[in-house]
């Protein structure tokens, strides 16, 4: 029953991660207001404690679960999908501190608005986060089935 618990935990927490990622990439965009980068920031830190959770039960899993740690320890995918997964991290680093800035800058005037610029380059960033997403999900699809190669 735990390894269910926790298996479903992993899942609506990954779907999370994908929603509020997608919630900044529609919203950070060419013309965006001072509110909406405001919004921006506040989904920005559900995605950061989302992905805390998603590692706190994903490391349960591992420990805990059915397949166990030495499953998961042999297992090539799995570590493609944590090297992954902190690569994804790194690359949320930047977009996080200029939600950061731009949150401040609005409190600071109300009629503020991003930079093209730095929209721009934030949306770039969004979407290295989503391509390493995509790998994190083909790298666990293959981790469900395969130890080592496919084939």
């Not at 997964?85 to 200029?98: D, H, I, K, W, Y």
């Not at 950061?100 to 503020?112: I, S, V, Y």
């Not at 949306?123 to 130890?147: C, D, K, N, P, S």
């Amino acid at each position: 029953m735990l390894d269910l618990v926790l298996a479903i935990l992993h899942h609506i927490l990954a779907f999370g991660l994908v929603a509020m990622l997608m919630a900044e990439s529609v919203l950070v965009k060419p013309g965006m207001t001072g509110e909406t980068a405001r919004r921006v920031a506040g989904i920005d830190v559900g995605y950061g404690a989302t992905s805390v959770l998603l590692i706190l039960v994903g490391v349960a899993r591992v420990l805990y679960a059915a397949k166990g740690w030495a499953y998961y320890e042999a297992n090539l995918w799995f570590w493609a999908k944590m090297a992954t997964f902190l690569a994804v991290g790194l690359l949320s680093v930047p977009p996080t501190l200029r939600y950061l800035r731009w949150r401040k800058q609005f409190a600071a005037d109300a009629a503020w608005s991003p930079d093209a610029a730095e929209v721009a380059g934030t949306r770039r960033w969004i979407g290295l986060e989503v391509v390493g997403i995509a790998l994190i999900i083909v790298f666990a699809t293959t981790m469900a089935r395969y130890q080592g190669l496919p084939g």
